[in-house]
């Protein structure tokens, strides 16, 4: 693999799998939506870790800014070898029946539209190719169902989870393998995002490892369903949740 294309690239897991990347010699699309300081400094750790790759600013949930991003990277690098459809949000702590429905709508239009909108784009330029390699972004939420705290979160990951599902089906006569990684409660900032920053202490009980997992172990695992070293792995969600 030469050139992926990562969304949620400057920040927690996506930042964590360009690094990882970078290592590999490989031709990184750095996506973000917002904090342009963060994607500059990913971009520039790449480089120090002897990758390439490009800045793409693209609000996910906006299908056209997404069709552009793409054919941008293309354009770019020659090629689209793998896609790490990782940007998402948990939106607020909350309650469901305390929940903003704007708060619920940005939620649904980041992590159920964008990660439909980067997966349509990724599977036009990949069925022309006659290959590719698709990683999304679910969480065990969607199993676990968030109650309490992030019920609306893992209503969104278990579209995420179908969407995993299905694709891998459709695509997979075209030589393209989609996965999904599922983490548990991994250290990033998204939990302070989300309202709760002692979200992590607060839960670690319920981890049988005993330990909060780290983004690059989850990177590792991305790295590895990129790689031809899961050559016959396709439609699976593979969970990262230290037994959780």
């Not at 920040?11 to 964590?16: F, P, S, V």
């Not at 990683?135 to 969104?156: K, P, Q």
Request: aromatic fraction near 4%; glycine fraction near 12%.
């Amino acid at each position: 693999m030469k050139n992926l294309l990562i969304t949620g690239g400057s920040q927690g897991i996506g930042k964590a799998t360009a690094l990882e990347a970078a290592k590999k010699g490989m031709f990184i699309g750095i996506n973000y939506n917002s904090n342009d300081k963060a994607a500059e400094e990913t971009l520039s750790e790449v480089k120090e870790l002897d990758g390439e790759g490009v800045i793409l600013k693209c609000d996910v949930s906006n299908h056209s800014a997404v069709k552009d991003m793409f054919e941008n990277f293309v354009d770019t690098a020659g090629s689209l070898d793998g896609v790490f459809n990782n940007a998402g949000t948990t939106g607020p702590v909350s309650r469901i029946h305390e929940l903003d429905p704007k708060d619920f709508k940005s939620l649904i239009d980041t992590n159920v539209i964008g990660a439909f909108n980067v997966a349509q784009e990724s599977s036009k330029i990949m069925i022309k190719q006659k290959k590719g390699n698709i990683v999304n972004m679910t969480s065990i939420a969607a199993d676990i169902g968030g109650a309490g705290e992030l019920v609306h979160y893992a209503m969104s990951k278990g579209a995420v989870d179908s969407l995993t599902y299905g694709m891998a089906k459709e695509l997979g006569v075209y030589g393209i393998r989609v996965n999904a990684v599922a983490p548990g409660l991994i250290a990033t900032d998204i939990h302070a995002k989300a309202g709760d920053a002692l979200r992590v202490e607060r839960l670690m009980p319920s981890v049988p490892l005993g330990r909060v997992g780290l983004a690059r172990e989850v990177a590792d695992t991305v790295m590895w369903l990129l790689s031809e070293k899961s050559s016959y792995v396709c439609g699976t969600i593979v969970r990262i949740s230290g037994g959780r």
